[in-house]
């Protein structure tokens, strides 16, 4: 598809761009040109999802193994239950998967709190695009679709 082709399927021109009153209808009916934002999602849905990765649902298989297979506890010279070593493996593995997994979803959480505020500090500047023949420099967000870009 070239240039051309691409002007005309959607009603306008690579010289002239389009006209104000195009523009304008075009801008109400297809809205800015701005992304939808997503709702962030919130430390506990993140604590979740990292515990739902293949690595760790492996880990968590590896610490209930050995507890499934010696899954009895071992008495003390005086009759005191202890733990046994497979069951302190498995209780360890865990621990350290819980922990593991904390420690990634509050990393994931401050990064996209710091993408955001990184996104709503930067300015965006105008743009050089064509309508009706002149540059205006309206900023990225109230261009509608078909725009003539430089």
């Not at 005309?8 to 304008?24: F, I, K, M, R």
């Not at 593991?100 to 300015?123: D, P």
Request: net charge neutral.
């Amino acid at each position: 598809l070239t240039a051309e082709e691409l002007a005309q399927e959607l009603g306008t021109s690579l010289v002239d761009g389009l006209s104000d009153a195009h523009a304008a209808e075009r801008l109400l009916r297809d809205g800015p040109n701005e992304l939808d934002a997503r709702p962030k999602p919130t430390l506990s849905h993140l604590y979740f999802m990292q515990l739902t990765g293949f690595v760790v649902l492996l880990l968590v298989c590896a610490a209930v193994a050995p507890i499934a297979v010696h899954g009895t506890w071992q008495r003390g010279g005086d009759g005191a239950p202890i733990l046994r070593r497979e069951w302190q493996m498995g209780l360890a593995i865990f621990v350290i998967v819980l922990i593991n997994a904390g420690i990634a979803a509050w990393t994931e959480h401050t990064a996209s709190g710091a993408f955001e505020a990184l996104s709503k500090m930067r300015s965006r500047p105008p743009s050089a695009w064509c309508a009706a023949g002149r540059r205006p420099g309206w900023r990225c967000g109230r261009l509608c679709a078909a725009t003539s870009w430089f």
